[in-house]
């Protein structure tokens, strides 16, 4: 059962999903009404794994902030008893795997994300540094919400670009 937006679908091409076997949830806010997560709840139910793409809580949109998979894969994690199975960010291994074939060192790596948890966070844990941008969905105090803290904290992408190459090559 995919709950992913429509031009995710593409991705899943040759994928059956008529009798579906599993739950793989990613961003797609026209999935998450009450029908849609009943039937995967019942497959859940099933024993059939959850699969996350991410946990995000929220993510910035035109119109404001806007919940993100997360607590949508977590309400169903709560009603069923289990437990999902994270592919991206924040997991470690989604970190480490951007990385592999590069000949880069997670200790040589810098993240640069406008999500303390996840892109931060994430990236810090797998062993790279993380700067912590003052634009998308960053809110005031984020910096503050994650132990260790953001390695720097800029206001914007070019900012934290130009921190690179002056401090860090």
Request: proline fraction near 8%; charge should be negative; aromatic fraction near 8%.
């Amino acid at each position: 059962m995919l709950l992913v937006d429509d031009r995710a679908l593409p991705d899943f091409k040759g994928i059956q999903t008529s009798d579906p076997n599993a739950v793989l949830i990613g961003l797609a806010p026209e999935q998450f009404c009450y029908p849609i997560l009943n039937q995967a709840f019942r497959l859940l139910l099933e024993g059939a794994p959850l699969i996350a793409i991410h946990k995000a809580r929220y993510y910035k949109r035109k119109d404001g902030l806007a919940l993100g998979p997360g607590p949508f894969v977590t309400g169903l994690e709560y009603a069923t008893d289990t437990r999902a199975t994270v592919v991206g960010k924040p997991e470690k291994t989604f970190f480490l795997e951007a990385l592999r074939g590069t000949g880069c060192a997670p200790e040589e790596a810098v993240m640069i994300g406008d999500d303390c948890r996840d892109d931060v966070g994430g990236a810090q844990s797998a062993g790279m540094l993380g700067i912590l941008v003052k634009t998308g969905k960053y809110r005031a105090a984020d910096e503050d919400k994650i132990s260790p803290p953001p390695y720097l904290t800029c206001e914007s992408f070019p900012h934290a670009v130009d921190h690179i190459l002056q401090h860090l090559l």
